[in-house]
């Protein structure tokens, strides 16, 4: 994209002795570039994944740059590259100083420091509907809030409604808080953070709560041993605390409320996605009903058990995947590739998935969602299952930091579909315009969008 005629590409030739207009011209040229860069940056926020994907095209493979308001983000696509960055020194690329530019917890999180190198010692549904319309993505963040609140805290804290609240409203509150943190000047942005965030009480609720909880628990497994230990997330992010790293409680909060900002915002929208594939492709309806009819409860957490709700949420992730970028680190100084390609401090080094997963040369027939397309004899090159990460199959990111939470986040997509397919007959009403909008260079659903839900009888 080119916004603004630049008159040093028509003339440079004419003018390269004279020194005055030379001068002048080299001015407009660095003037050019500035506000290229900044209009650019600023029409990445509301296109970021258009941008990329158009870049993507345009570069052919090559490293290419991506201007943000901030920091510049550069992307790669080759192999080689992307195996020096999952090489690279962890307090050289930093995914931790990506995900604290993201969430600017020391505001967005009750005053958490979290540090910008991964630490050696980091840490290992259903209301009746019956014939009703729903708004479909706020259906699926308050699902997906309910299922991990049981998940990570156990029922008793989860049934709590002022916990749980603040539990659903603590992600979107920070994402929107850190925005206005990220994009405006100091003084004006934390006042606005504030008003919206009702002075970021689901914050300090969630804060305060945890840290009641976390502190009976520290305290009941010094009194009752290994007696009565509770069976969940929360609990074992306790147990798993080398023992030589004392964690204060404090430590503990902001590594749980980091990791639930992660997995409810992430799952939700994969879940909104996933719905939305399947009620604007009713074909895959019945042979997918068909192969849960004799599903047994183990084989939703395990890959080839369901080799057809396990394709058709794949090709959901690829050709709905809700995030054009993967692999990001912050370089926290210069870092050099082996074949010159230089990164600056401060600056993003990301792989554009998005685009690469809808690219004739890495899958046949890119742009066309074909459900069945990872069975066995389908049109991919991959060779293993959603659950798997490969080069061929980046979703979950590369080597040395890949997603942890990919086994839950696949079982609960395979749960969720399986409890719609068999419990209900849905119809996604008619809406205008697209499904997404974008924001930087994640692709979220439109809050307009409603399905109309029927319970099955029979
Ligand atoms: C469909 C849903 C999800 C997707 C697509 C996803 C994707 C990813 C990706 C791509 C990364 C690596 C980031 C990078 O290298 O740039 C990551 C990291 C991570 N994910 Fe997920 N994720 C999902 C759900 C979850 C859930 C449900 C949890 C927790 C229960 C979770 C916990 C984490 C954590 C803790 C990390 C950081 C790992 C580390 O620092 O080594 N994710 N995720």
Same mark, same amino acid.
């Given at each position: ?43 990445? *926020? ?7 994907? !158009? ?44 995900? #604290? ?41 308050? @699902? ?38 990220? @994009? ?6 934390? *006042? ?5 965030? #009702? ?39 306790? +147990?798993?605390?080398? #023992? ?61 058990? *369901? ?50 997963? !809808? +690219? ?22 991959? +060779? ?30 395979? @749960? ?39 319970? !099955?009888?029979?």
């Amino acid at each position: 994209m080119s916004f603004l005629p630049n008159p040093l590409n028509q003339s440079s030739h004419q003018t390269q002795e004279q020194n005055p207009i030379l001068d002048c011209l080299e001015i407009w040229n660095l003037f050019y570039k500035y506000s290229e860069r900044k209009i650019r940056s600023i029409y990445y *926020l509301l296109n970021g994944a258009d941008e990329i994907h !158009r870049v993507y095209l345009k570069a052919n493979g090559s490293p290419f740059e991506i201007p943000t308001p901030g920091r510049r983000h550069l992307m790669v696509t080759s192999p080689k590259h992307i195996e020096e960055i999952n090489r690279a020194p962890l307090d050289l690329l930093s995914l931790h100083a990506v995900a #604290k530019d993201f969430l600017q917890p020391k505001d967005t999180m009750h005053g958490f420091e979290w540090k910008d190198i991964r630490g050696v010692e980091g840490t290992g549904f259903v209301r009746a509907l019956r014939g009703t319309v729903v708004p479909l993505y706020e259906l699926c963040k308050r @699902l997906v809030a309910r299922l991990n609140c049981h998940v990570f805290f156990g029922s008793k804290i989860s049934e709590d409604i002022e916990f749980f609240e603040a539990a659903y409203q603590f992600p979107q509150d920070s994402a929107l808080a850190a925005e206005f943190i990220r @994009l405006l000047p100091k003084g004006i942005s934390r *006042l606005l953070a504030c008003c919206v965030t #009702k002075n970021f009480k689901a914050a300090a609720t969630l804060h305060h709560r945890l840290g009641q909880e976390i502190e009976r628990r520290l305290e009941a497994k010094e009194k009752e041993g290994e007696k009565s230990i509770p069976n969940d997330c929360l609990q074992w992010i306790i +147990d798993t605390v080398p #023992k030589k790293a004392a964690w204060s409680v404090n430590r503990f909060v902001g590594e749980v409320m980091g990791i639930w900002y992660g997995s409810v915002h992430t799952l939700s929208i994969a879940v909104t996605y996933a719905l939305l594939d399947l009620y604007t492709h009713p074909e895959y309806i019945e042979p997918l009903r068909e192969e849960l009819s004799k599903a047994k409860t183990e084989d939703f957490n395990n890959g080839p058990a *369901l080799p057809l709700l396990d394709s058709f949420l794949s090709e959901s992730a690829r050709l709905s995947a809700f995030e054009s970028t993967g692999v990001r680190r912050q370089a926290l100084n210069s870092f050099t590739f082996r074949d010159g390609l230089r990164i600056n401090r401060g600056d993003w080094i990301c792989v554009p998935h998005r685009s690469m997963m !809808r +690219d004739n040369s890495n899958f046949i027939d890119a742009l066309t969602f074909d459900g069945f397309r990872f069975l066995k004899n389908g049109r991919s090159a991959r +060779d293993s299952h959603m659950v798997d990460a490969s080069d061929k199959w980046l979703i979950w990111g590369i080597g040395r930091i890949t997603c942890p939470g990919r086994f839950y986040a696949t079982a609960t997509l395979k @749960l969720v579909i399986a409890r719609f397919l068999k419990g209900y007959d849905c119809e996604l009403l008619p809406f205008k315009g697209g499904r997404s909008m974008q924001w930087r260079s994640t692709i979220v659903p439109k809050r307009g969008l409603r399905l109309a839900v029927r319970r !099955r009888t029979g």
